[in-house]
């Protein structure tokens, strides 16, 4: 195996259990996009441990582009406690939206037995009616094992372009 290869399963697993837990991992990331797109918020909050910690800090300057109300906002808004915390916000935020989530090109390498961390490149799209915002940006995450189930520990999204449009009527939603 490729030095890059053998880096990604230092978690002491032979390499048939360390590709099979890495791909229960990116299962994992995928159950994420689904289940947020598909709004099934009970789904969504359970791919996460109970002391999971959800980073979406620097969405505040994407997502809050009114000044007065950003600046209203405590350092710690969008940074979520547990998988339901961020599932309630998350659900009055989107409830009129339409959401596509993409992952690409995980980076996944086991740290241990039952830890892992990833990196995934990512692009969303957020149909509020009247403007469509497309973002790209990273994932950075921690995962556990627990009770035999690959969960997420921690996750950062960063982003490194956004774009606001406004929708033209000729455009139809589902």
Known sequence: MSDDATAAIDGGLDPAEALLAIEQIKQVRARYFQTLDEKDWPAWAALF???????????????????EQRAGLGDDAFLFNGGPAAAEAFESHLANCVTVHH?????????????????????????YGHELFQGY??????????????????????????????????????
């Open 137 to 174: 940006g990273h994932y950075r995450e921690r995962y556990r094992r627990v009770d035999g189930r690959w969960l997420i520990e921690q996750l950062e999204l960063t982003r490194v372009r956004t774009v606001w449009e406004p929708i033209e009527h000729r455009w139809s939603r589902p």
């Open 49 to 67: 441990t109970d002391r999971a910690v959800l980073d979406f800090r620097g969405e505040i300057q994407h997502q809050v582009r009114d000044p």
């Open 103 to 127: 992952g690409h090109d995980p980076q996944v390498k086991l740290t241990g037995a039952d830890t892992a961390t990833g990196l995934w490149a990512m692009w969303d799209c957020l149909d």
